[in-house]
């Protein structure tokens, strides 16, 4: 098992920014494939917001949603076990329960986060 523990959510007007961590703490962390955030709004279904992994060499490959493309950034740390969501130009439509998750490699399974709540106001 791995165990995801999140921080950097809170409260932040419109325009504004935060920056989430989420810290793979134990567990099989050397076969994590890939690392991101999704996040869920009440009465909403949960979305993937960004993502990042190997692409070969030192290069990482990143996708993100269309909504967040120029505004949030994925990043992780060398030892890639602690992954960072900066988040700049903060809008009301991003608040939601933000969930950290690490795709494992073999076997192929999701760990998920506590979640961490980010609420922008407007």
């Known amino acids: 098992q791995v165990q995801l523990v999140e921080s950097g959510g809170g409260l932040v007007q419109s325009g504004g920014s935060l920056r989430l961590s989420c810290l793979a703490a134990?567990?099989?962390?050397?076969?994590?494939?890939?690392l991101g955030w999704y996040r869920q709004a009440p009465g909403k279904q949960r979305e993937l917001v960004a993502t990042i992994r190997d692409a070969g060499g030192d290069m990482n490959y990143e996708h993100y949603a269309d909504s967040v493309k120029g505004r949030f950034t994925i990043s992780r740390d060398r030892a890639k076990t602690t992954v960072y969501l900066q988040m700049n130009d903060l809008k009301p439509e991003d608040t939601a329960l933000y969930y950290c998750?690490?795709?494992?490699?073999?076997?192929?399974?999701?760990?998920w986060g506590q979640g961490t709540q980010v609420t922008v106001s407007s």
């Open positions: 998750y690490a795709d494992m490699m073999n076997p192929p399974r999701d760990y």
């Open positions: 134990s567990g099989d962390v050397w076969n994590i494939y890939a």
